[in-house]
């Protein structure tokens, strides 16, 4: 027995470094579950931010389009509104009627007239008609009618 307790503290001292030992690991094992928990949390943090960068993304594509749109319409408006002056150009020039040889009094009838005709479009506008309603009403283009709302109304 005396050897067993000489032996004994040697004993008790690897007994309490295996235990030390084992909540070593354990703590180790653990640790790593913890960051493994947490890279799988940073994932799936980092999987939201790429899913909204590509609802955003989505987004911005979708008002390019909506952009794209608009400005085709307005340049077709202008392509149109072009055509129309190209086409009273020619009108005038079938008629005959050269700048110079234009009268005063000619001119001031005309501008009453261009008056007249904008004045009906802003009242009736105001009325709340629409651009095709008031060209029909006035027989005029709808190009016309467009180009008074948008200079007086």
């Known amino acids: 027995m005396d050897n067993f307790s000489v032996i004994f503290p040697y004993i008790t001292i690897i007994i309490l470094l ?14 790593k579950k913890v960051k493994k ?16 960068i590509n609802e955003k993304l989505l987004e ?3 008002y390019y389009k909506f952009m ?3 400005m085709d319409k307005k340049q077709k408006e202008l392509l149109f509104l072009y ?6 150009e020619e009108e005038i020039k079938k008629i005959g009627v050269d700048e110079t040889s234009v009268e005063v009094e000619e001119l ?7 008056n007249e005709f904008n004045k009906a479009v802003v009242a009736l506008y105001k009325e709340g008609l629409t651009e095709e309603e008031i060209a029909k009403k ?3 283009g709808k190009g016309e009618v467009r180009l008074a709302i948008k200079l007086y109304c």
């Open 37 to 52: 928990s947490e890279s799988a949390l940073d994932e799936e943090i980092f999987r939201k931010e790429v899913n909204l």
């Open 138 to 140: 006035l027989k005029k």
């Open 60 to 62: 911005m594509n979708d």
């Open 83 to 88: 055509q129309m002056i190209s086409l009273k």
């Open 108 to 114: 001031k009838d005309y501008e009453e007239q261009i």
């Open 18 to 31: 295996l235990i030390g030992i084992i909540i070593l690991i354990t703590v180790i094992i653990t640790s």
């Open 68 to 70: 794209t749109e608009q």
